[in-house]
């Protein structure tokens, strides 16, 4: 065990979990989704772990406060990663290791928790308990409760598994700390970058006619590069994050100029 490992009890570990379960989607919103939640449920957990550190709990405080959104059926898994991560490393270098580690694995997770733990009983289970309703059995509102409470329990070993393979994974990060933490930086902001032109939406609404050959600017646009204008705009919106504008302004702008295009019809 090195000097900065400081084991902490189960009850403490899993009272993050527990704040997980009940608080997960209570303070979302659109600049950080489930980051406020996310940084609620660790915070027992890191008040233990820095309680003879004031200026690092804050650190990683701020470090759990950054965006954060995947299901939240699967996020314990991720939480347990974390907090093995902060029982056995500390340090600006572990935070920049715990931040790329949450942004690669939200969006994995994300896809494969809303196929596993949303479509598939959502879809099976809804449509048989909402067909024994109809029919005026109670059994199907009980059927749908006792789904509803499996998928919860599975929470606790998505959970376990993530210490698990957070510890095993601090035990051989010594010699690929730099490497890690680039390898998951990349991949969370290729997953954040492919999600640009399918959640961004502005295309270009000029229109070019010359006989029976029509063409609009969009589809030139596309042959440039396809999604060009979302990507712009994600960029002007990044830039202006990092020129510290406050985030409730940078909304109000992207919609009074949306507005404003679209009834120019410059963009729809």
């Not at 009272?15 to 659109?30: E, H, K, Q």
């Not at 790329?100 to 449509?127: C, E, N, Q, R, Y």
């Amino acid at each position: 065990m090195s000097k900065n490992d400081k084991v902490v009890s189960k009850k403490i570990r899993y009272s993050v979990l527990w704040r997980w379960i009940f608080t997960n989607s209570v303070s979302s919103n659109y600049e950080k989704m489930q980051a406020l939640a996310y940084c609620y449920a660790m915070l027992p957990f890191l008040k233990v772990v820095y309680k003879d550190n004031p200026e690092a709990l804050k650190a990683s405080v701020k470090n759990h406060l950054q965006f954060f959104n995947t299901n939240p059926w699967i996020a314990p898994y991720i939480l347990g990663v974390n907090v093995a991560m902060e029982e056995k490393r500390q340090g600006a270098e572990a935070n920049e290791a715990i931040a790329s580690i949450k942004t690669g694995l939200m969006g994995p997770a994300a896809g494969v928790g809303d196929s596993l733990f949303v479509v598939i009983p959502w879809t099976i289970f809804g449509a048989i308990a909402a067909n024994m309703a109809i029919d005026g059995s109670p059994v199907g509102v009980f059927l749908w409760i006792a789904v509803s409470i499996g998928v919860k329990l599975l929470s606790f070993p998505l959970f376990k598994s993530g210490y698990v393979s957070g510890t095993k994974l601090i035990e051989n990060l010594d010699k690929s700390l730099k490497t890690l933490t680039e390898s998951t930086a990349i991949l969370g902001l290729t997953v954040i970058g492919a999600l640009i032109p399918s959640v961004v939406k502005a295309n270009v609404a000029f229109k070019f006619k010359q006989g029976n050959f029509s063409m609009t600017g969009q589809e030139v646009l596309n042959q440039i590069m396809p999604g060009l204008i979302p990507a712009a705009v994600v960029f002007g919106v990044y830039f202006a994050l990092k020129k510290n504008v406050k985030p409730v302004t940078l909304i109000l702008i992207v919609m009074v100029l949306s507005i404003i295009l679209y009834v120019l019809n410059i963009l729809k």
